[in-house]
């Protein structure tokens, strides 16, 4: 079946401007997270969501950050007023039904703020 | 909070030896620990997990060992091929959440 997919796959973009980027994780799939990826570095978590409960937004760096998701479907990660640093690849996950089930990843949007 | 320290951050070995990869983890109330490999421009993909139920758990080439009273667990790939270079990711859950912690990462590079 599909797997994760993410868009765009890559964006360039200004500093000072907006970006949102988008994930459609598996069907089924109730747990949604995003991560950030800088260069040659680990996972960093950003957000949570699970089914209808409220979403975990420990990891968001910023209130720059954001992120939403309808229902148990698309989820869509708005940056604000981006900054050089926000340059990095976010990776969207999903899993059936929380963090003890497998995460599958997509491929990535590698965002670049120039 | 969860920390995850992960070595070596990079692994040479020519094809057909062994590579060792380890982690430790600093809650004890951990109890899920999945490796991930991820190949360049894509996302991570799941190779193998384990529980803290169980001490080993083995798939063909790879291994994955657990020591919870040590709080440590380690991949293992036997006999090892180029299409297993990549970097790999070893992650623990946070008891607390519904979420993984991940290391660091390591860079394994198998020559032919």
């Known amino acids: 079946g599909a797997g994760v997919s993410q868009s765009p796959s890559n964006k360039v973009t200004e500093k000072g401007k907006d970006v949102e980027l988008r994930c459609d994780p598996i069907?089924?799939?109730?747990?949604l997270y995003w991560y950030r990826q800088r260069l040659g570095q680990g996972l960093e978590f950003l957000i949570y969501?699970?089914?209808?409960?409220?979403?975990?937004k420990s990891g968001l760096p910023s209130d720059r950050f954001s992120a939403e998701r309808t229902g148990e479907s698309v989820s869509t990660l708005t940056i604000q007023r981006t900054q050089q640093e926000d340059s990095a690849v976010y990776l969207c996950?999903?899993?059936?039904?929380?963090?003890?089930?497998?995460?599958?990843f997509g491929p990535g949007t590698r965002l670049t703020v120039l | 909070g969860e920390n995850v320290e992960q070595h070596p951050s990079t692994l040479s070995v020519q094809e057909g030896d062994s590579a060792v990869i380890k982690c430790t983890y600093s809650?004890?109330?951990?109890?899920?620990f999945p490796w991930y490999k991820q190949e360049l421009g894509k996302g991570p993909q799941l190779i193998i997990d384990?529980?803290?139920?169980?001490g080993e758990k083995k798939d063909q080439r790879i291994a994955v060992t657990l020591n919870k009273t040590a709080k440590h667990f380690s991949l293992h790939i036997t006999e090892t091929q180029p299409e297993d270079s990549a970097v790999y990711f070893c992650?623990?859950?946070?008891?607390?959440?519904?979420?993984?912690?991940f290391g660091t990462g390591t860079r394994l590079l198998v020559s032919p």
């Open positions: 992650a623990a859950s946070v008891a607390s959440f519904q979420k993984l912690v």
């Open positions: 969501f699970q089914g209808n409960s409220a979403p975990d």
């Open positions: 996950a999903s899993s059936l039904e929380g963090a003890h089930d497998t995460q599958y």
């Open positions: 809650d004890s109330a951990s109890n899920y």
């Open positions: 069907s089924g799939h109730t747990a």
């Open positions: 384990i529980r803290s139920n169980v």
